[in-house]
């Protein structure tokens, strides 16, 4: 599949970090110095995506505002010698073509997915989850690529969960198809531990195909209400096949505190700005609680 555009959903409430997101995008918070939601624009032009369409909801004009040009704080930094700075400011916008459509309600990620429609049109497309920040190179979604050109079919990319927490994921019912591919059976929703097919548990990034939107029209609220796309792709698997891959490379929760926070320390430790300064630091802490 030749895929062009990428659908980024950041319309949510993010209530596992309230209470600052009554007022900051959880999708802006921040690894080190970087949004979550650079890092996943990131990684989906390194794969060559050229089209941005970011889900967002009303109060959250911030995420827009961070990728439109500030030609005032670019004219001070260049006065001021800050090449690097300045670098960093223009960088974003250089990423993608990027576009905004609004959800005006939460109403699930399925809906959210659905709201993008018109944006997509016609064409296969990737999903990717800003707060499911994943580090490797090549990323995941250029993983992903490769795996759906290889089967002409959509893909999931799914991680190994310890079987005890199995009940807190969406589960793929799949069979080994080659390395870390599975050919999906069907996709099986907060199992409890006994029922569950297998312990592959669903990750934020899928490659799609259009018909998707099709299905998501036809799929009634789920849990809590909302339009869910585990749903629409257990719809989708009744006409096309859909593969799941265990893709390389660490998994971090960016959607909860502790999550966001090893994701800063973990980064900041490969980063080769920062690498000496966070190992000091945790080794300080460290320190620290020895002696405590
Ligand atoms: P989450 O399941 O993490 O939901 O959404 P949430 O509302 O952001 O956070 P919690 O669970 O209340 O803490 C995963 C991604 O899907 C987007 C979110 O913005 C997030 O990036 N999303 C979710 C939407 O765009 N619309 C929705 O209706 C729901």
């Known amino acids: 599949m030749q895929v062009r555009k990428a659908v980024i959903p950041a319309a949510g409430l993010g209530t596992r970090f309230l209470p600052i997101t009554k007022a900051v995008p959880k999708e802006l918070l921040p690894i080190l110095d970087r949004p979550m939601?650079?890092?996943v624009v990131e990684e989906a032009a390194e794969a060559g995506v050229e089209e941005v369409i970011v889900v967002t909801a009303r109060g959250k004009e911030s995420i827009a505002s961070y990728f439109q040009p500030r030609p005032d704080l670019e004219a001070r930094l260049a006065e001021a010698g800050s090449a690097d700075l300045l670098e960093s400011i223009r960088h974003v916008s250089t990423l993608a073509d990027v576009s905004f459509v609004i959800q005006e309600e939460p109403l699930g990620l399925g809906h959210a997915v659905l709201?993008?429609?018109?944006?997509v049109g016609h064409e296969p497309f990737v999903v990717i989850l800003p707060d499911d920040i994943v580090h490797h190179q090549p990323g995941v979604i250029s993983q992903m690529?490769?795996?759906?050109?290889?089967h002409q079919a959509?893909?999931?990319?799914?991680?190994?969960?310890?079987?005890e927490t199995i009940h807190n994921y969406g589960v793929v019912d799949a069979e080994e198809r080659g390395a870390r591919t599975h050919f999906i059976k069907q996709l099986?929703?907060?199992?409890?531990?006994?029922?569950?097919?297998?312990?592959?548990?669903?990750?934020?990034?899928?490659?799609l195909p259009p018909e998707i939107f099709d299905c998501l029209e036809r799929t009634p609220p789920g849990?809590?209400?909302?339009?869910?796309?585990?749903?629409g792709i257990q719809l989708l698997l009744e006409q096309q096949d859909v593969y799941a891959y265990e893709f390389l490379g660490?998994?971090?929760?960016?959607g909860a505190p502790m999550g966001l926070l090893r994701a800063s320390l973990e980064f900041g430790m490969a980063r080769e700005d920062t690498g000496d300064a966070v190992r000091a630091l945790v080794r300080e802490i460290a320190g620290q609680l020895e002696q405590d």
Do not use: F
């Open 145 to 150: 690529l490769e795996v759906s050109a290889q």
């Open 250 to 254: 660490t998994r971090y929760d960016g």
């Open 154 to 163: 959509g893909v999931i990319a799914v991680e190994q969960v310890p079987w």
């Open 37 to 39: 939601l650079q890092y």
């Open 188 to 207: 099986v929703e907060k199992p409890a531990r006994e029922d569950a097919p297998s312990n592959l548990s669903i990750v934020g990034r899928y490659i």
């Open 115 to 119: 709201t993008a429609r018109n944006a």
């Open 223 to 231: 849990a809590r209400g909302e339009i869910q796309l585990t749903d």
